[in-house]
């Protein structure tokens, strides 16, 4: 995907987040520790540091969710893990995303942490961040 589409799906997915720039993918597609996995509606990415991994995000656009999208490609970013013998994955979701919370419970993650108001959303709104962890 290019930068241009990757942050017009990432801002279409979030509204109430803020958007997440063209540059700011352009960069993050240069890092050598970086990996993208998706399509024209969905993408995750995942950031790998020594034997970990995180998933820096996973959007669907929302004309696609529901359609199994999100669960192809997070599906891809843990395949890519296990292959590369990583030994865990870390996420943080927030509390009141209940499909995807679902989502990465349905693929084995667990809650091992919360993080009070993390997320601020351009309404003023604040919501905790839960912390999940996958083995592998």
Known sequence: MTPEKLAQV????FPNSRPWTVAEFQDMQRRENIRFFGSEQAFAILQIALDEAEILTCATHPSQQRNGFGRH??????TFARDSRLNRIFL???????????????????KIGRR??????????????LIMELHL
Not at 73 to 78: D, F, M, S
């Open 10 to 13: 990432y801002e279409a997915a």
């Open 73 to 78: 490609v997070l599906g891809q970013a843990i």
């Open 92 to 110: 943080e979701v927030a509390a009141d995303n209940k499909p995807a919370f679902a989502l990465y419970s349905g693929f084995g993650f667990q």
């Open 116 to 129: 009070r108001g993390y997320y601020a959303g351009l309404d003023g709104t604040r919501s905790d961040a």
